[in-house]
């Protein structure tokens, strides 16, 4: 089934979460010398317009995004996220969204090196526009977990993982902490970012519990919501499970989850969670 097409959902308040999360990871990786690969599994097509048929037919940008569009004293991962937003921009009006590839292609320096896998064929075609004629990025219109696990380990011994599925087949949920681990035991230095929606906790329990008996040290996760979980409303939260995280990861959420929560929350009342799964 490959029915999901992120371009009705760009820049929401989960692309919020996950993109100031990433910007966060970046940032740090950026701070060595050495190169680093990005390997990014389900990426879309990279770029979105915000004025487009699907997105204007939600307008979930604008409890995200638009939200946070001119806004002033921002915590800094948070403002660090919109200033690559601005970048993709022009620092003009915001019409366009740029998808988690695009960001780091924005951040990145010349000897990092790009993985995008995505197996939906328009998404992947609009996708090879998008990043065409630049030799350091490599792309395949191929399932993304498989990659992943080919792929490890990077040459360069220092790399990021992201995983963000849509989650439209209900066995992903075992499937990514599947593939996890076994990029892991490939490469146990890296760092991987697990995005998920929350749906039923149930089921994120159930994950959370099988990360946790996996063997795998030092994970943490971030949690952003509109409000407390409601299952009968679909998906109210979402969240970022990073394993090998930066040391100051933690700390800049702590800056910037409280914020995010109250300004993009309902009625001001959104929710957040910043926890340890397993220590280091």
Known sequence: MLSYRHSYHAG???DVLKHTVLTSILDYLLQKDKPFCYLDTHSGCGAYQLDSTQSLK???FEGGIGALWGLQNLPAPVSRYLDQVKAFNGEGKLLSYPGSPMICNQMRRDDDRMFLFELHPNEFTNMRG???GDRRIKMANS????GLIANMPPKERRGLVLVDPSYEIK?????VVE????????????????????VKRTVINKMERALKSSGIKNIQLFELGLEADKEEHGMTSNGMIVI???????KEMQQSLPYLAETLGINGEGFYRIETL???
Do not use: C, K, M
Request: cysteine-free; aromatic content about 16%; glycine content about 4%.
């Open 171 to 175: 066995t992903e949920y075992e499937e």
């Open 58 to 60: 939600t307008n979930e």
């Open 244 to 250: 090998n995280p930066p040391w100051t990861l933690q």
């Open 12 to 14: 929401n308040y989960a």
């Open 130 to 132: 998008n990043f065409s």
């Open 278 to 280: 397993v220590a280091e």
């Open 179 to 198: 593939s996890l681990i076994a990029a892991h035991r490939r490469f146990a230095t890296g760092t991987y970012a697990l995005w998920y929606p929350v």
């Open 143 to 146: 399932d993304g977990l498989q």
